[in-house]
């Protein structure tokens, strides 16, 4: 069999299982977008058990990691070869643990692999510490420019960390065969890399949920404003002060209405986030500059839900 690839634009939620277990079944090989760890062999051979090895690796989405996991286990005692491919993280993480040992940046900057992931990081927390900062005391349009300049130094993150994953999974493709590629639906950078080294070769790619968002929007995904700005900067698109302000301006509204704990689908809702994310995007999608600006002031101190409440409510009398 000719070598054929496919690279999954995913998230960690439940409800992407179902397509994840079904490509990954196809597939003789299993890209995941996770640095190596040294249990996770043996959490894949039962030597140890998931919980063990979540709580070894502090997972954000527990229930997802777990249905996961058992999944893999499952895929694993088929045969399928699963792989862990993300450099960059790797890298980030030798970084903490030389500082949880004592060692300085000085030590780090020593290594020429780490100095370049060091520096990035920095900037790009920097550049989040600045706007927190920024946030409490200023004007909308300073926080804008903040929400920018953090967006910029994601960007450079992201390109750098896309490079070096597409180049390592270069390194692990097989002959041929079935090779199944995790990746976060931002990682639009290493999909355009990984192509252009692979020229005539069969690539495909997918959205876990794509039929869900084609049926709703039109379209294969629907992308939040701050990812939209984020991705604009990753390719260095032409500067637009306007577009680049009114994503900054509605990112700002959107992470304060989106849900960000975990949901199970049920019977009713079986996809319960991207039904989420999707009515966060079409809400704010509605706002201008100005709304965004009265609107920040007034929900920026709340919770999730008076936000969504207050958010929803101002698009309705907006629009009556």
């Given at each position: 069999m000719e070598q054929q690839i496919t690279i999954i634009f995913s998230y960690h939620r439940v409800e992407t299982l179902p397509i994840l277990e079904k490509i990954m079944r196809q597939s003789?090989?299993?890209?995941?977008?996770?640095a190596p760890n040294l249990l996770f062999e043996k959490m894949l051979k039962g030597e140890i058990s998931i919980e063990d090895y979540l709580i070894e690796e502090m997972f954000d989405f527990p229930n997802f990691s777990f249905r996961f996991f058992r999944i893999l286990q499952s895929l694993f005692k088929e045969g399928k070869k699963i792989l862990q491919i993300e450099p960059y993280m790797e890298r980030l993480l030798y970084i903490h643990n030389m500082f949880l040992e004592g060692r300085t940046p000085k030590d780090v900057e020593l290594n020429p692999e780490l100095k370049e992931v060091y520096a990035i990081e920095k900037k790009a927390s920097k550049a989040l510490i600045d706007f927190y900062?920024?946030?409490?005391?200023?004007?909308?349009?300073?926080?804008?420019?903040a929400v920018k300049v953090f967006a910029k130094a994601d960007a450079e993150r992201f390109r750098f960390r896309d490079i070096l994953r597409a180049e390592a999974v270069l390194k692990s493709l097989p002959d041929?065969?079935?090779?199944f590629i995790e990746a976060g639906a931002i990682h639009q950078y290493f999909k355009k890399y990984l192509c252009e080294k692979?020229?005539?070769?069969?690539i495909s790619t997918v959205f876990t949920l794509e039929e869900i968002v084609k049926n709703i929007t039109g379209k294969r995904w629907i992308f939040p404003p701050g990812d939209l700005l984020t991705i604009r900067y990753i390719y260095g698109v032409k500067e637009n002060?306007?577009?680049?302000?009114?994503?900054?301006?509605?990112?700002?509204?959107?992470?304060?209405?989106?849900?960000?704990?975990?949901?199970?689908?049920t019977k009713e809702n079986k996809a319960p986030h991207i039904l989420d994310e999707i009515k966060a995007v079409q809400l704010v999608n509605r706002l201008d500059f100005q709304d965004c600006d009265k609107l920040y002031r007034?929900?920026?101190?709340?919770?999730r839900k008076k936000a969504l409440s207050i958010v929803k409510k101002f698009v309705s009398e907006k629009c009556s």
């Open positions: 003789d090989v299993i890209i995941l977008e996770e900062e920024i946030s409490i005391n200023s004007n909308f349009q300073e926080v804008v420019e041929k065969g079935r090779v692979l020229k005539n070769l069969n002060e306007e577009l680049e302000n009114i994503l900054s301006a509605r990112a700002l509204i959107y992470i304060m209405i989106i849900e960000k704990e975990e949901m199970i689908p007034q929900i920026r101190f709340t919770n």
